[in-house]
């Protein structure tokens, strides 16, 4: 369940504050005008034509999520930390804490538009407490890829470079 909700809150991030640059502060004054811009943009150029590309990873170690919108990206150690007494009334800015607390890593890349979510299984757990006691080699590291799922994508060029296939 807190992977599911991870992911919710990941994909409507994509969606709505990435491809459709909807600011967070909108729905502080008035929540109607958030959504009425977010239906305004669902149809309108360029935001009608920008796809969300999630890709997804599973093997004994862990399960990564890699999900990237279109949008211009983001800062996001700009974001208001919610746990703050001065933020507490804020309508919205719990997502991100909310992912933060139920993933075991969670990373952007530069541009701010890449999220990638990894929740490690036991196996994953012990791998990484070694790698705390001793250093091992990178190579040791890499974890195979044993199946994905990609999705609003179908250039199969494009799919090879989003997963690091050479």
Not at 42 to 50: A, I, K, N, Q
Not at 112 to 132: D, H, I, V, W
Not at 145 to 161: K, M, T
């Amino acid at each position: 369940m807190r992977i599911g909700v991870a992911l919710h809150e990941s994909l409507s991030n994509a969606i709505n504050h990435g491809n459709l640059e909807l600011d967070s502060e909108l729905r502080q004054e008035d929540e109607s005008i958030y959504y009425e811009l977010a239906e305004a943009r669902r149809v309108m150029w360029p935001y009608c034509d920008r796809k969300v590309q999630f890709f997804a990873s599973l093997n004994g170690e862990r399960v990564k999520f890699v999900i990237r919108d279109e949008g211009p990206g983001f800062n996001h150690q700009k974001v208001l930390d919610p746990t703050m007494a001065e933020n507490m009334d804020r309508v919205g800015g719990r997502g991100l804490l909310l992912i933060r607390s139920f993933m075991d890593e969670m990373s952007y890349n530069r541009r701010g538009n890449e999220l990638t979510l990894q929740k490690f299984t036991s196996a994953g757990r012990k791998l990484l407490a070694k790698m705390g006691e001793k250093s091992l080699d990178p190579a040791d590291l890499e974890l195979e890829v044993s199946g994905g799922v990609i999705l609003l994508d179908e250039d199969p060029e494009e799919i090879l470079e989003f997963v690091g296939a050479t």
